[in-house]
């Protein structure tokens, strides 16, 4: 073992005891380059981050710029910097005109805190509904969204008042009530393995927040900039959220989220008390720069247009092995459901082993996560599709 990955393993703080292990040499385009010199296809996009790939040119060089201009100046909210300004004013022209301004943060995480506390705030009620089997982040509000009892057990206690109901039933409605200050949801429930909500649901869903005072917030911080076939997948619905989460994807490879709402619910939090909610580092100069880059490129290279088709390719050829059950997605979220889940760890290895890197779901022990970067092509989807079907191919044999 080289001491670089003893010393990971020794001195970095690890997640699980058995790691990938990939060691990152350099990235570019849809490969992650191993320091042995192997190539990698990422059909991870690590975890729907570099949906235009790695180290995309436009990216990287307003990196450069901004960083040569100024980095860190002051807390957030404090100072005008540019970047944040023309951010704003960008992505504001692209959703419904509900939505006012943005509040800078660094991780999906903080997002869906700031969005509980505004929500609270500006009700001045404390209930909250979460979705069974959602993913909002890892601090202990966002945690306590959870409905896994067996993860969350060993972090209690944690939030008061939080309250599940099932997603895509709208028999559940009735747990919404005059006490709830928001319900949070995905449009696309990512982590239970790339399950859509149905329209009827959603409008369902939003008609019910209105009638009872109750925020709707929305958390596309994996969903958004074009994964799903449109900038947000709420666009396809026929809602408007209160509060829109937005992240991953957002800072083409940078660090950065946003809580996205009307100035009405965003002066909540920055009037009696003021400081409502405070960071040093959100909306870093660098990290805007990189996102303004990656929105304008999304933009102008007109990625999202060939998202449908190529997911529909992918689709198409996957579903015709055997050994797949279905292939769940909307645009390039994508799940690939096993006829049986002891297939999933040869799949996963095999394709590893072959330079293809895909993932598993947080709570779908069935599935593969599938999220290439948008910008992959048909020939390398082709090429990693066969790659995939050779793993399909051994991880039936093992079983013969
Ligand atoms: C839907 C959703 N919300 C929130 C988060 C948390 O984001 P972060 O890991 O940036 O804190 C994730 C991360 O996977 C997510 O998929």
């Not at 799949?347 to 895909?358: D, F, P």
Request: a neutral charge; hydrophobic letters at 40%.
């Amino acid at each position: 073992m080289s001491s670089l990955r003893s010393l990971f393993l020794s001195q970095v703080g690890q997640t699980n005891e058995r790691p990938i292990m990939l060691e990152v040499s350099h990235a570019e385009g849809i490969y992650i380059y191993g320091s042995d010199g192997k190539r990698y296809i990422d059909l991870n996009s690590g975890i729907a981050v570099s949906s235009l790939g790695h180290c995309h040119p436009r990216v990287v060089r307003a990196i450069r710029d901004q960083s040569t201009r100024y980095m860190h100046t002051m807390v957030y909210g404090e100072h005008i910097q540019a970047p944040q300004v023309e951010y704003a004013r960008l992505l504001l022209s692209l959703v419904d005109r509900h939505f006012e301004s943005i509040y800078y943060l660094m991780s999906g995480t903080e997002a869906t805190e700031l969005a509980m506390k505004m929500a609270k705030k500006y009700t001045g009620r404390y209930e909250i509904i979460a979705c069974r089997n959602a993913y909002h982040g890892s601090t202990q509000g966002a945690e306590s969204l959870r409905s896994d009892e067996d993860y969350k057990a060993a972090y209690r206690p944690l939030l008061p008042g939080i309250r599940h109901i099932d997603f895509n039933n709208e028999e559940d409605f009735g747990r919404i009530t005059k006490r709830t200050a928001c319900v949070i949801c995905e449009v696309i429930q990512g982590e239970a393995g790339v399950i859509s909500a149905g329209k009827q649901y959603l409008r369902g869903l939003s008609d019910q927040c209105r009638e009872k005072g109750v925020l709707l917030i929305i958390d596309e911080i994996q969903s958004g900039f074009g994964r799903t076939g449109s900038l947000f997948a709420h666009q396809q619905y026929d809602i408007i959220p209160d509060i829109l989460l937005i992240g991953k994807a957002m800072g083409g490879g940078m660090p950065i989220a946003g809580v996205v709402s009307s100035n009405e619910i965003m002066k909540s939090i920055s009037i009696q008390p003021a400081l409502g909610h405070i960071t040093t580092f959100g909306g870093h100069p660098v990290s805007v720069s990189a996102a303004l880059a990656a929105l304008q490129t999304i933009l102008e290279e007109k990625i999202i247009e060939s998202v449908e088709h190529k997911a529909a390719f992918i689709a198409d050829t996957l579903t015709r092995h055997p050994i797949i059950k279905e292939v769940r997605h909307a645009g390039l979220l994508m799940a690939v459901e096993t006829t049986k889940k002891k297939y999933l760890k040869h799949i996963v290895h095999a394709s590893y082993e072959k330079g293809v890197l895909i993932d598993w779901f947080l709570f779908n022990n069935r599935s593969f996560r599938l999220a290439p970067p948008l910008i992959i092509t048909m020939e390398e989807i082709k090429e990693a599709c066969a790659i995939l079907l050779e793993a399909f191919d051994y991880a039936e044999q093992q079983y013969k």
